[in-house]
């Protein structure tokens, strides 16, 4: 049986190896790319047709900016450090795959994600952590099982992204050696605080103050501040400072000579990619707190949407509006966002 699958192709590198491994495997490979108004569509076409697949163009500017572009402008607004790649897989990215792939009866999608997916012993749909370091899956812990079930990730076995860029020169793919995206697709050049500029979504200058509520001195904002910080703060002090808390209701943000660490965290609006996990009261897994490998242990208390969360050693600067994402060793059991 012939199998269609469609692929999220964006014109990198990532997601055309991922097309050219597809092919491989004998699935009928259909490009989706996602036209937003960040460029690549030429590439994408080029790709398509140096592997000689259809390619549809899904318009989604819209909802780039509804469920994704207006949630991180207000995150900073209200204090907080947004995650947007969490945001807009599932309500975007995922939505516009599944969508068309429903509508040509497709009965898979893909990505160039580095990730896995598997079964388990009752053939339950897992989501797993990459083998490469790069490994994305903390990007993809608010995807239903019902989605999971429907993903390959042909580049979940890859050792690292040169192999990836490699494997694309061998097979003379046009953007082998294109460079990578940005973290904030919709802010190029990365400057955060100039793109909240122009919407209006700034906040004005405030004081700097410390624990007592001692005046340091001047911010420029607090959007372009986050807990945790030490550098670009501008304050002298009698050693290094870090930003210890954003003041939204008095445009003030605290600052102190220690550095920042927790021990509990609550996290709200959890995805329990792996509901089984949250069945039977609190259980113990590993959690990142942020995009990168490392890991704490911890117990994990469920309730519902929402979790209780003790490390077993403090985190450093757990901050609100981060992605918490468990683990059960590559299984990715589900993630929620940081109060």
């Known amino acids: 049986m012939e199998y269609k699958v469609v692929l999220g192709l964006s014109g990198g590198v990532d997601s055309a190896v991922a097309a050219a491994r597809l092919r491989e495997r004998g699935l009928i490979v259909h490009g989706l790319f996602l036209e937003m108004g960040l460029g690549g569509e030429d590439e ?17 500017a819209p909802e780039l900016e509804h469920e994704v572009c207006a949630y991180f402008a207000q995150e900073y607004r209200s204090g907080r450090t947004p995650n947007p790649c969490v ?10 795959l599944v969508d068309y792939a429903d509508e040509i009866g497709a009965a898979f ?34 995807l239903p099982r019902e989605i999971i079930a429907r993903c390959i990730f042909p580049l979940g076995e890859a050792e690292n992204k040169d192999e990836v860029r490699a494997e694309a020169r061998e097979r003379a793919v046009p953007v082998a050696d294109r460079p990578d995206s940005m973290d ?19 906040l004005p200058a405030g004081d700097f103050v410390d624990e007592a509520g001692n005046v340091l001195g001047r911010h420029g ?3 372009r501040y986050t807990v945790g910080q030490r550098r ?7 050693g290094r400072l870090f930003v210890h808390a954003l003041d939204t209701a008095h445009n003030r943000v605290v600052l102190g000579l220690d550095d920042v660490y927790r021990d509990t965290i609550t996290v709200s609006r959890v995805n329990w990619c792996a509901p089984e996990y949250a069945q039977d009261g609190p259980f113990s ?21 929402r979790a209780c969360v003790q490390f077993e050693s403090p985190v450093r600067a757990p901050a609100a509006g981060q ?12 993630g929620g966002f940081i109060d």
């Open 44 to 60: 994408a076409r080029a790709v398509a047709d140096s592997l000689g697949i259809p390619l549809h163009i899904a318009h989604r």
């Open 221 to 223: 904002g607090i959007h």
């Open 109 to 142: 999608v893909a990505t160039g994600h580095y990730a896995r997916t598997g079964w388990d012993a009752e053939g339950r749909a897992l989501l797993l952590r990459a083998k490469s370091p790069k490994d994305q899956s903390y990007m993809l812990c608010r």
């Open 323 to 334: 992605a918490a994402v468990f683990y059960d060793g590559d299984i990715v059991i589900g």
């Open 87 to 96: 945001v807009c897989n599932p309500t975007v990215k995922f939505k516009a």
């Open 285 to 305: 897994c590993g959690v990142r707190v942020r995009y990168s490998k490392n890991e704490t242990r911890a117990r994990v208390e469920p309730t519902g949407d």
């Open 184 to 202: 904030v697709c919709f802010i190029p050049d990365g400057d955060v605080a100039g793109w909240l500029e122009k919407r209006g979504a700034a």
């Open 232 to 238: 670009g703060l501008g304050v002298a002090a009698e």
